[in-house]
Nanobody, 119 residues
Framework: QVQVMESGGGLVQAGGSLRLSCAAS????????MGWYRQAPGKQRELVAT???????NYADSVKGRLTISGDNAKNTVYLQMNSLKPEDTAVYYC?????????????WGQGTQVTVSS
């Protein structure tokens, strides 16, 4: 059984900062990649940023220079530092974990954490 759990969402004013955390736990051998996606009301879920176990990162153009993804392999945890937040960053942020388990390679999702940026 694998669990992926996010924390750190909340309400912040435009220009402010938040830090999201996501930890993967349970029966797994290794992590291939973890990342953050977001879904705003009435919109499709979209990629925010991903990081591989080797540290390679990928960002959506809309967040480059403002949001930074990082990981701690020893803790199976990934972070999203969000600076210079804008109202359009308001969304539910979901953590995604691409893991190797006893049963094979699987992708897991967290339950989501709300980020609200007020203007």
């Amino acid at each position: 059984q694998v669990q992926v759990m996010e924390s750190g969402g909340g309400l912040v004013q435009a220009g402010g900062s938040l830090r999201l955390s996501c930890a993967a736990s349970g029966s797994m051998f290794s992590i291939n990649r973890m990342g953050w996606y977001r879904q705003a009301p009435g919109k499709q879920r979209e990629l925010v940023a991903t990081i591989t176990s080797g540290g390679s990162t990928n960002y959506a153009d809309s967040v480059k220079g403002r949001l930074t993804i990082s990981g701690d392999n020893a803790k199976n945890t990934v972070y999203l530092q969000m600076n210079s937040l804008k109202p359009e960053d308001t969304a539910v942020y979901y953590c995604n974990a691409d893991l190797n388990t006893r049963g094979g390679k699987y992708v897991y999702w967290g339950q989501g954490t709300q980020v609200t940026v007020s203007s």
